[in-house]
């Protein structure tokens, strides 16, 4: 054999059984096996189970790894999903730490600013009341200043001197005094000092006036030899505001002028002096005296110009004045509708139904503020008793009522009762003078006092006192605390019945268990009376010995718990 020939069982060695490149063999790509597919560079017959199985293994372990390394990058991708999330957590941590802290400080600072802001307002209050005092003292040195060349230029005549002039005693009298008191109150004014300090001992300044009550009534034309002396004291009063303004707050500034006898030119003068000034107590009380012939003092509709235009009063007399009807539809709103006025005086103003109108006005106001009323000697009658007892029903701030000397009647007395059993802040009830017998009497006795029973007495009312001129009405709230007159009721009912002892025989509705909490009643209620007729220890043991007779009722009374 040749050497470059080579044996066909060589080349299938070599080939291993794949197609020969030199075509000895056929293949029969169309053949069709067994399993219907075609073989290339196969024999016809030949098995190929082991080349598959081979190949699939293959494909599975290469199946397997990629699985594998799907599974390690799943594991890492999670592990930096639990990286990130733990980050997450973290940040959110550091954020909400943060944010508390942000928080915390916010609230710091906001407390922070907020005391600095009530340091501020504190000092800049303290700053602007020290600017104003200064400022108010800075007025009244410069009125002291102003004053300094000032000299009274009315003349002052003695009495003997106007006698020498033809006057008669009386009236000599009644020029010489007034001219001397004007003078006197006038230069004070101007050396800014008060003339006057409060006659009921309580801290207060003013000017107060008083003439005689029963003087002389002079005409017009004696009445103008005084006009000089009011020119001075109305221009002296008109510049006197500076020094109020100085007076410390708890000092009550007053002008009182009392049985004045002034002209129509005089009353103008005082009027426009008294306008805008911040006197806090204003009392006109006038001398009955005013007509055609004789002049009186201030007239009504001065003196409601003078109450509009201060804000700062609180109290209002208008005494023995003549108010019509067309004065009320005035001077009601300026009372009901002022600031700071809590206190009204109009005794002896009205005549018959004008003081029924003037009552009526003010009680159906709703805006009406007032705690101290006085309408004493003015004809009220019958016709407002229903808006009265109305009034004291809804408890309003009035805390002392005068109606003395008017036509109240029992049947007013009843409906006044009653209305006091639902009110607290009444303290003071003047009835007398009026047409209220012993039946009306009784009504009001029994709201403020019923000994029936110890509960009744407890529901009564403990804060009123009601002044008919009996004795025995009028102490019986006469304790500023209500509980206490409560307690004074009640023990003097105990230590009434312990005389005869008989409590236990109102006991029969008391249930035996409420004996400690009464017997804690009875020391409680002895506290509050200093001269009691009977020892507390006597009602305990009275109570305590006879209480076998009571063990077998029920039920418990409201006063023995309280």
């Known amino acids: ?275 805008g000034k911040p006197f806090q107590k204003l009392t006109f009380t006038n001398n009955d005296n005013g007509d055609d012939d004789f002049p009186a003092g201030m007239s009504v509709d001065a003196i409601i110009d003078i109450v509009e235009s201060n804000t700062h009063l609180q109290k209002l007399e208008i005494r023995r004045n003549q108010i019509g009807r067309d004065h009320i539809e005035r001077l009601c709103p300026a009372v009901y509708t002022h600031p700071a006025l809590v206190e009204l005086d109009v005794f002896n103003c009205f005549e018959p139904g004008i003081g029924d109108t003037m009552l009526a006005s003010l009680l159906t106001s709703d805006d009406l503020k007032l705690e101290k009323f006085v309408i004493s000697d003015n004809y009220i009658t019958s016709g407002v008793s229903t808006e009265l007892a109305d009034f004291l029903a809804t408890n309003p701030r009035l805390k002392i009522l005068s109606l003395g000397g008017n036509n109240l009647t029992d049947s007013d007395a009843a409906l006044i009762a009653n209305a006091l059993r639902s009110n607290t802040t009444l303290r003071t009830l003047l009835l007398y003078g009026n047409n209220i017998t012993k039946v009306g009497k009784e009504s009001l006795r029994l709201v403020l006092y019923d000994e029936s029973s110890l509960n009744v007495t407890a529901d009564s009312n403990h804060t009123c006192t009601v002044d008919l001129l009996w004795h025995d009405i009028d102490g019986y709230n006469s304790h500023e605390q209500g509980h206490i007159n409560r307690g004074r009721k009640i023990y003097s009912i105990l230590s009434t019945r312990n005389e005869m002892m008989s409590n236990v025989q109102h006991f029969s509705d008391i249930d035996v268990k409420i004996l400690p909490k009464m017997l804690e009643a009875v020391q409680k209620y002895a506290t509050n009376v200093h001269d009691y007729k009977v020892n507390p220890l006597s009602i305990v043991y009275e109570v305590m010995r006879k209480w076998d007779k009571a063990l077998t009722c029920t039920g418990a009374g409201s006063i023995i718990e309280t």
């Open 1 to 275: 054999m040749n050497d470059n020939k080579s044996s066909p069982t060589k080349k299938r060695k070599s080939n291993d059984g794949r197609a020969s490149t030199d075509g000895a063999y056929d293949v029969n790509t169309g053949n069709t096996n067994d399993g219907g597919g075609y073989f290339s560079g196969q024999r016809a017959g030949a098995s190929s189970g082991p080349s598959h199985e081979v190949n699939n293994t293959s494909q599975l372990d290469r199946m397997e790894q990629i699985m594998m390394r799907m599974e390690e990058k799943l594991a890492t991708v999670e592990s930096r999903c639990e990286r990130l999330e733990a980050k997450c957590s973290s940040l959110e941590n550091m954020l909400e730490s943060t944010s508390n802290k942000i928080d915390c400080s916010h609230l710091h600072l906001e407390q922070k600013c907020n005391s600095l802001e009530n340091k501020l307002e504190t000092k800049v209050d303290t700053i602007q009341v020290t600017l104003e005092r200064s400022l108010k003292r800075h007025e009244y040195n410069e009125m002291l200043v102003k004053n300094q060349s000032w000299e009274y230029s009315a003349a002052v005549y003695s009495e003997d001197e106007l006698i020498d002039n033809g006057y008669t005693y009386d009236v000599a009298s009644y020029l010489a005094e007034t001219a001397e008191e004007l003078n006197d109150i006038t230069t004070k004014m101007r050396r800014g000092e008060f003339p006057s300090v409060n006659n009921n001992g309580d801290d207060g300044k003013g000017i107060y006036i008083e003439m005689y009550d029963s003087g002389p009534p002079l005409g017009y034309a004696l009445n103008n030899k005084l006009l000089p002396h009011w020119q001075e004291f109305a221009a002296a009063l008109k510049h006197f505001a500076p020094a109020i303004n100085v007076l410390p707050d708890n000092c009550e500034s007053f002008v009182e002028l009392y049985f004045v006898q002034l002209n129509h030119e005089a009353m103008l003068l005082i009027k426009e002096a008294l306008i």
